[in-house]
């Protein structure tokens, strides 16, 4: 039987969105999703956040054209945080980085990662 869908917001009405390559399993970027935002991203099949400092819903890639086709949706044990697996269409930052990790913490600066 499967467990009911029942979604745990913090107090600001937000989940946490972890976004991974569905195909490579890299780490793309993490941002936050209000329930119109989750509703969104399920009906679209396009993802959706919730910006913090814009207070407003946006879709990835609504100015720059760098989509996420979302492929799946999953949910931590705690249904306070999802992971989507997704399909950018270009770089996944705004800086115009594949991932929004792309650097490395040394001491304290930070680095390009790999180099």
């Known amino acids: 039987m499967a467990d009911p869908f ?6 600001y009405g937000l ?16 941002a936050h999703m209000n329930a119109e935002a ?3 991203t399920r009906e679209t099949g396009r993802a959706h956040f919730w910006s913090r ?10 100015t720059s054209g760098h989509v996420l086709d ?5 949910v931590d044990c705690d249904q306070d945080c999802l992971q989507l697996l ?3 269409a270009g770089p ?17 600066s930070l680095h390009p990662a790999g180099a």
């Open 86 to 88: 997704a399909i950018p």
């Open 15 to 30: 989940l946490t969105a972890v976004v991974m390559h569905a195909e490579t399993g890299a780490l793309l970027m993490v």
């Open 53 to 62: 400092s814009r207070q407003r819903l946006w879709m990835k890639g609504e």
């Open 70 to 74: 979302v492929r799946e949706i999953r």
């Open 38 to 40: 989750l509703a969104r």
């Open 92 to 108: 996944a930052c705004h800086t115009g980085a594949v991932s929004c990790f792309f650097r490395v913490l040394e001491g304290n």
């Open 6 to 11: 029942l979604p745990k917001y913090d107090a």
